[in-house]
């Protein structure tokens, strides 16, 4: 089983860019597949994106889409989400997330999780 560590989030304007990092640990981590969700004050976790296990194939919340980037590089164990013109309603914690049997836009199906790293997006 992996662990996983968020980071990269930060105060931004409207407008700019971020990238967050999510570092997994073990020898396993290629084996999975990772999602991306957030979470704002008083509103549930949603998803905003997920990458399969060889980054062949992604998924993105239409939200997000057009803005934001999921990669990974699995020699790194790195997975990262690029976020472009962002927007205000885009603050929230962010969270990395694993799950081994397929991917999945639902939080309900990771049972591994980063820390969560803060987006704020405000001018």
């Known amino acids: 089983q992996v662990q996983l560590a968020d980071s990269g989030g930060g105060l931004v304007h409207p407008g700019d860019s971020l990238r967050l990092s999510c570092a997994a640990s073990g020898s396993a981590f290629p084996s999975y597949h990772m999602g991306w969700f957030r979470q704002a004050p008083e509103k549930e976790r949603e998803f905003v994106a997920t990458i399969n296990w060889d980054g062949s194939v992604t998924d993105y919340a239409d939200s997000v889409k057009g803005r934001f980037t999921i990669y990974r590089e699995n020699a790194k164990n790195m997975v990262f989400l690029q976020m472009d013109s962002l927007k205000p309603e885009d603050t929230a914690v962010y969270f990395c997330?694993?799950?081994?049997?397929?991917?999945?836009?639902?939080?309900?199906?990771?049972?591994?999780w980063g820390q969560g790293t803060q987006v704020t997006v405000s001018s």
């Open positions: 997330a694993a799950r081994y049997f397929s991917p999945s836009n639902y939080s309900h199906d990771y049972r591994i």
